[in-house]
């Protein structure tokens, strides 16, 4: 049965929001970049989050200028959630579904606006890691959040600004910079024989600068298998090193990321087997340069992402199932000239994009075995040519362009996807912003060719397509600041994995096309920050942050009828966070969310019928982060605690979430 929240009380803060002294803080003072800085503000933690430049456009530009909507959560935010992963992190975001199989990131879909976790672009510093495979592996990071300056999330479609993948949005990860001479470390333990450890080196000197970091996780997991044994048990290591030069003509930047996770699978792919295991290694390279002309720019980026997994459906047993294995190679470049007048600023280009597979089971049969394992493989080439025009005056900002695209596995003629974006900043801190935008994703090499397994794909499945229509209202002050957006998506040929019990009790999955999708959306987000709202930088209650997301489909399941992905949903979302100061170095971090998700899943349990489909039910999740900083070496003491209700849930499928899960550590730095 649906439910179904109203908008309206959001709605009402509104005029709340216009009659107030205006805000924004947590540990830090946000304020515009041309208001003035609040008196009683302290000096050194004022920060001009308005100003910071993000890519909602091909041209970037200033957050507070920007002619779309984009979530930034900083570093301040990042070291204050109870969180482990990038995955954790999203889940305070309202417009933001992250379904987790496993804990700690393991096995995490990330997904948008009632999409799935193959529908969004995911980037590393700007620079595209989506992995062509599935969206399983995709948010993988091979960065510590220690090592995170910024997160930033763009809902809705996004192809002309980052191509392919984004037919819903896209997650840019953002690392620090290296501009100092410092080590730091981080070591944590806890709950379910946890310990994870972080080292990072900062160099900078003249024009170069250096950021190498490494990383390990370990747990015993929270669950066993039948037998005993763990099942959801994981290890894993990140590697990462950014490198760059700044010279008087132009700034070049490399950077490099690998991981290796192994993690007991619990029962992710099949419910009828609850000892699965997987070993995944992702790694990445880019090279990005950027000249510094006044009206003539030119960005030119090449880049290597490689994937490897290894899947083992009875775990260290290939003699019952044999193993799977994929190795995915992706080659990208993307040549992006700009042009700075007073008419605006000109983005145009050519982005190029090969990727290719050798499998046990995904693609073509090859002529000859590749290596040990691999006897099918496919390869496909995307071109993707762009231009965009930009123009920001006082009080009025508009986006315009569109991308030519053209794919040697599906076409060999180009779609064009075109898009256009306005704000206008009618009145002292409002601006209300309107956009259309198309967008496409290429089918993944599992949703064309995974056939194994209880799996039936279909090799013939056509691109998806979406086109959207976006308004909203944003209010932006010291002290206080909010955002409403209403959306509409109109998806075409939307790609599911499907059960179908009306005509066999025991049915395969099998992936199709829907004919059309629709999805009407609302998201409300609100932000007080109470020491610039009553002038006392002393208030104890330093920021509170409240957000609601609603969703309805057009298309609802069918009875007997279960959706692994397209219409499995989350109608309502509530996030509620506040940060306090308990004293003058002890803070205190409170995080709630609420998620009604629609759909269904398998039951699997001896005491109820094969294809019995339960709903998912609401449910709710408290965390909380106790954090003691000194002064000496930045030494912090922390204690966290990730649902501290004790719920049992469900994010995805049959299994079951853990309960109260506790880490205690400590990091610091030290100049050098």
Known sequence: MKRTFTLIPALLLLPFLANSAGAAASSSVYVSADDPVPAYADADSVRTLESVSVHASRTAMSLGASARIVTVMDSVAIASIPAKTVNDLLKQIAGVDVRQRGPMGMQTDISMRGGTSDQIAILLN????????????????????????????????????????????????????????????????????????????????????????????????????????????????????????????????????????????????????????????????????????????????????NAFDRFELFRGDASVVPFNYHRTNTFGSNLEFEVD???????????????????????????????????????????????????????????????????????????????????????????????????????????????????????????ERMQSLEGGLKYYRPGLSAVLSVYYHHGSQMIDWIKDFRTDPDPVWQSVNHTVLNTLGEEVSVR???????????????????????????????????SMYALEYVRNKIVAEANLRLARKLF??????????????????????????????????????????????????????QNLLNRTYYDYGNIPQPGIWLIGGLSCTIGL
């Open 126 to 305: 700007g620079i595209n890691i989506s992995d062509p495979q599935t969206g399983h592996n995709a948010a993988d990071f091979p960065v510590s959040l220690s090592q995170i300056e910024r997160i930033e999330v763009l809902e809705g479609p996004a192809s002309r600004v980052y191509g392919t993948s984004s037919l819903v949005g896209a997650v840019n990860v953002v690392t620090k910079k290296p501009d100092s001479n410092s080590v730091s470390a981080q070591v944590e333990g806890g709950s379910f024989g946890t310990f994870n450890t972080d080292l990072a080196y900062s160099y900078s000197a003249g024009r170069f600068g250096l950021l190498a970091s490494v990383g390990t996780v370990r747990s015993d997991g929270y669950s066993r298998n039948l037998e005993g044994g763990l099942n959801s048990d994981y290890s894993g290591q990140k590697y990462f090193l950014l490198s760059e030069y700044d010279a008087p003509l132009f700034n070049l930047t490399f950077q490099g990321g690998f991981s290796v996770r192994d993690f007991g699978s619990n029962t992710f792919y099949s419910s009828k087997f609850d000892d699965q295991f997987e070993h995944t290694r992702k790694g990445t390279l880019s090279i990005k340069g950027e000249t510094k002309g006044k009206v003539f720019r030119f960005k030119p980026s090449v880049y290597w992402n």
């Open 528 to 562: 007080i920050d109470l020491p610039v709202l009553v002038g006392n930088k002393d208030f104890p209650l330093e920021s509170l942050n409240l957000s609601y997301s609603h969703i309805d489909q057009d298309k609802d399941l069918e009875e007997g009828v279960e």
């Open 588 to 641: 205190w971090n409170i995080a709630f969310r609420y998620v009604d998700r629609d759909g269904s899943y398998e039951k699997y349990d001896a005491t109820v019928p094969t294809g019995t489909l339960m709903e998912y039910k609401p449910y709710s999740v408290l965390d909380s982060r106790l954090v003691w900083a000194w002064d000496w070496k930045g030494l912090k003491l922390y204690v966290e605690g």
């Open 341 to 463: 007048t007073r008419a605006g600023v000109t983005s145009f280009g050519l982005e190029f994009r090969r990727e290719g597979v050798v499998s046990t089971n995904l693609g073509e049969p090859l002529a000859e075995k590749v290596g040990e394992h691999y006897t099918n493989g496919l390869s496909r080439n995307h071109y993707n040519l762009y231009a965009e025009h930009s123009l920001i005056l006082r009080r009025f900002t508009v986006s315009g362009g569109l991308c030519a695209v053209m794919n040697t596995a599906t076409s060999k003629t180009f779609g064009l996807y075109p898009g256009i974006d306005m704000s206008f900043r009618f009145a002292d801190g409002w601006k209300v912003y309107a956009s259309y935008n198309s967008s496409f994703r290429l089918p993944t090499f599992t949703d064309l060719y995974y056939s194994v397994g209880g799996h039936k794909a279909d090799p013939n499945l056509r691109p």
